[in-house]
């Protein structure tokens, strides 16, 4: 994530617990002309605004993906972007002061405030492109009471896990097919080293924990299937289920075991005093064989401070998808991203909207570095680095299912509340048990 605040695609701004939307919209019906409601919902006025967490330099590159077209439609678009996002969106549409697009990292966020009647249903123009540029998996988190609210736009691909090249060559070891070949490869180079391959980091100040959440979501989509991860996130079942004891169960086996991490800082509970973006300097300096994050933390590597190293198949660092229980099963991946709805719906928010639903925007962006996009009609090549191009072919392959970042779709008091926590309670030593009923009894009654 660079940690611009894009949200958790790098770390978890997350604090509605929901998936990242652009929302533009009142009360219309998205045509143009609408009556009232929040936003400028009358005549265009040539100006559209944009409310997001993107901030520092990745909303500078955003601003700049979009300016050609800016003045090609003589469309003034005023981005601004807040780390009090989340806090502040509600209070805005409720005051009558809403932008007249959001960029959300929460899709239960986009579903609540849709749900109060504060965003427009998708226009036209949006509804076709996501038809035709994204998977129903996306399309569907963008879905409220089966009304579309806006349109994916960047992502980020998580589950990699990252190595040296030379290293394995040095030891004589393989990729690994299932998550069994997973365990056995850490114990192979802990007996080759005498050292613990693995190094995470939890730290990520208020959000702290979060980079635990990405592990349990991992094994829960890869043991358990897609249609109980569904169920966890509804609460349909209960954290204290079998399939998240089991999930928890699997990470511990490297995690909690002292013997395989905290390569280059320490025991076990030096994860959490670890921050998730300083693990790039063991993994550049080849104290840590092995990490687990999202696609983001390759800008993290290539960072100076962390030794400015290459990522690619054959450079200095690589990486391989968070293997399946059972080979050949075919390819499931968690990951994040943003939706772009509207609480507007005059002419040139349209047009905006529209344009920014557009493989013609995505690949704008992402040629200008250091993002991706599930949309279909993005050329991997126009990706700045060989994971990204990577991450954008898993995302476009139709065999490939996709499951939102589970804690992103709880509700806020779990998903960024005991979840995160208790994640740092379990690294601490409290038992999964008492860490998984803590959670579950977080849970909102209604």
Not at 59 to 79: G, H, R, T, V
Not at 123 to 144: H, L, R
């Amino acid at each position: 994530m660079g940690l611009s605040q894009r949200s958790r695609r790098f770390a978890p701004l997350a604090l509605l617990g929901v998936a990242g939307i652009v929302l533009a919209g009142c009360s219309g019906e998205g045509d143009g002309g609408g009556d009232g409601g929040p936003g400028d919902a009358g005549e265009a006025d040539g100006v559209v605004t944009i409310y997001g967490t993107i901030i520092d330099s990745e909303a500078e590159l955003m601003e700049e993906s979009w300016k050609d077209w800016e003045e090609e439609n003589d469309i003034d678009i005023q981005y601004e972007g807040s780390q009090e996002f989340e806090a502040q969106i509600a209070v805005r549409a409720a005051g009558g002061n809403a932008p007249d697009l959001a960029i959300t990292p929460q899709p239960g966020l986009v579903s609540d405030l849709a749900k109060q009647g504060y965003l427009q249903p998708a226009p036209d123009g949006v509804a076709d492109n996501v038809k035709k540029y994204w998977s129903e998996d996306w399309a569907n988190y963008a879905t409220t009471d089966d009304v579309l609210y806006g349109a994916p736009l960047m992502a980020n691909l998580k589950g990699w896990v990252w190595y040296s090249p030379e290293q394995f060559t040095e030891w004589g070891v393989d990729v690994p097919e299932t998550w069994d070949d997973l365990l056995a490869l850490t114990k192979t180079i802990q007996e080759k080293t005498g050292k613990a391959p693995w190094c995470a980091g939890f730290g990520s100040d208020a959000a702290t924990g979060w980079p635990g959440t990405d592990w349990i979501e991992d094994l829960m989509l890869r043991q358990s299937g897609p249609e109980n991860y569904d169920k966890w996130i509804s609460h349909d079942i209960p954290f204290t289920d079998k399939t998240v004891v089991d999930a928890f169960d699997s990470v511990g086996e490297i995690l909690l075991n002292p013997d395989y991490v905290n390569a280059g800082y320490g025991d076990v509970k030096t994860i959490n005093a670890t921050p998730f973006g300083d693990v790039a300097r063991v993994m550049g300096s080849g104290e840590c064989a092995l990490t687990h994050q999202a696609s983001f933390f390759d800008g993290f590597l290539q960072d100076p401070k962390n030794g400015n190293v290459t990522v690619g198949p054959d450079a200095d660092i690589w990486a391989f998808m968070t293997p399946p229980v059972e080979a050949g099963k075919g390819l499931s991946v968690t990951g994040g991203g943003e939706i772009v709805a509207a609480f507007s719906n005059d002419a040139d928010t349209i047009k905006v909207q529209e344009y920014l639903s557009s493989p013609e925007w995505a690949n704008s962006r992402v040629k200008l570095g250091g993002v991706i996009s599930a949309n279909n009609g993005l050329d991997p090549a126009s990706a700045s680095s060989p994971i990204l191009q990577e991450s954008i072919k898993i995302l476009q392959d139709p065999e490939t299912t996709f499951r939102f970042d589970a804690s992103d779709l709880m509700p806020s008091v779990v998903g960024a509340g005991s979840f995160w926590k208790g994640m740092i309670d379990w690294v601490n030593g409290t038992s999964t048990s008492d860490v998984l009923s803590t959670i579950d009894s977080s849970w909102p009654s209604d």
